[in-house]
């Protein structure tokens, strides 16, 4: 399993919350806001620890969504593996063999229909849902993606990621230190 059975992933926008949650005994962990001159910092740090560090593409402050920016983060960051919304970063991820993860938001009809032609097209290793308050919703993408779920986004209580990990979601994405320190979350 991807997540290795890790119910929160946490997810981090700034370099002090950072380097406290390498401290942490968490495997998988998300890098949100970054500026592209400690990206290729914040990865190393984390793959001296022995994380498995996943960086949010699309909210890198200072670089493109291109094809170039791709070949950039999969060449020279080379994190463990990246989240974003755009097909062609998920596809050149993919292609260098690092674990993809679409993002996809769940505003209306429209959104989903836009969320699944992209999961046919670029086939990620998983799916991370926002906003994850929706069970229904994701038993829905659950069952159409057939990757691993990740619910994240306005989930702020035990009892919200409770309700969506009992609706199949395989973890919950979060930048709340209050879930982290669940016994449950690791």
Known sequence: MLMDGQKIIPAVNNMKSYEKLLE????NLIILDSHISLIATMVQMGKQRHKHVF????LIQGLKNDLPAADFICQNIRPYGIISTRGNMLEVGKKRGLVTVQRMFLL???????????LNQAKPDMVELLPGLIPALIKEVISQAHVPVIAGGL??????????????????????????????AH
């Open 24 to 27: 942490q005994p968490f495997q």
């Open 55 to 58: 960086v949010h593409t699309d």
């Open 108 to 118: 209306d009809s429209r959104s989903m229909e836009t969320g699944y032609r992209l």
């Open 155 to 184: 989930i702020r209580t035990e009892h919200d990621a409770r309700a969506a990990l009992n609706a199949g979601a395989s973890a919950i994405s979060s930048s709340n230190m209050e879930l982290w320190n669940q016994p449950w």
